[in-house]
């Protein structure tokens, strides 16, 4: 079974420090994501991204954050000057043919 | 603001039962449903997805969706204690795979031996 793949599983990280997450989605899936889970709370949309550029972003998606697929496989999200308010699970995911997101596994960033 | 509105939990049933879980959407417009099980400290897993009014059966579980209502729902027959975990209804504007999905809080299912 393809799989979505998060590096790194938890990230710990000063105020203000930028960060990078990085996701794999599964090679012929056209359609990517970031969605983020605060502890106890809904999953929440960040962004989407289609043909190399952003389709769509959420309010959450302000100029602090960005998305690139640098190299066709990997696809990152980065936040440039963390918050408290940051930290959550960042999850990435696609889409096939099949319908649905398959999710990777996820990036617990904890911001101090 | 579309929202997504899901039966509050927690939901405990015993195992072989029937659960069943709820699911309201405000946005008339809205197309596909999903439903997905996240285990705790996990990402969600998609468990099924429908498009159209009516029932559609995978295994043991079933969908059910009603437009006309904005409810979709999911009913896990033979429940396991495996089945244990907080089921997400999420549901996207698009009537294509692609789109954002807009998700409820979710419904934490207990399923005891």
């Known amino acids: 079974e393809p799989e979505v793949t998060q590096t790194p599983s938890h990230q710990v990280t000063q105020m203000g420090q930028e960060v990078i997450l990085r996701c794999v989605p599964i090679?012929?899936?056209?359609?990517f994501y970031w969605y983020r889970q605060i502890l106890g709370q809904k999953v929440e949309f960040l962004v989407s991204?289609?043909?190399?550029?952003?389709?769509?972003k959420s309010e959450i998606f302000d100029d602090q954050f960005s998305v690139e697929r640098p190299d066709g496989s990997n696809f990152t999200l980065k936040i440039r000057s963390t918050k408290l308010e940051d930290s959550a699970m960042y999850f990435c995911?696609?889409?096939?043919?099949?319908?649905?997101?398959?999710f990777g596994s996820g990036t617990r960033l904890t911001v101090v | 603001q579309k929202e997504v509105e899901q039966n509050s939990g927690p939901l405990s049933v015993p195992e072989g039962a029937i659960a069943s879980l709820n699911c309201t959407y405000s946005?008339?417009?809205?197309?596909?449903f999903f439903w997905y099980r996240q285990y705790s400290g996990k990402s969600p897993e998609l468990i099924m997805f429908?498009?159209?009014?009516g029932d559609k059966e995978d295994g043991r579980f079933t969908a059910q969706l009603n437009k006309a209502s904005q409810y979709v729902s999911l009913l896990i027959r033979d429940s396991q204690p495996s089945d244990s975990a907080t089921y997400l209804c999420?549901?996207?504007?698009?009537?294509?795979?692609?789109?954002?999905?807009?998700f409820g809080d979710g419904t934490t299912l207990t399923v005891k031996p």
């Open positions: 995911a696609s889409v096939g043919d099949r319908g649905g997101y398959t």
């Open positions: 090679s012929n899936h056209l359609y």
């Open positions: 991204f289609y043909n190399n550029e952003i389709s769509e």
């Open positions: 946005d008339r417009g809205s197309q596909s």
């Open positions: 429908i498009y159209s009014n």
């Open positions: 999420a549901v996207n504007f698009h009537d294509t795979n692609a789109g954002k999905s807009t």
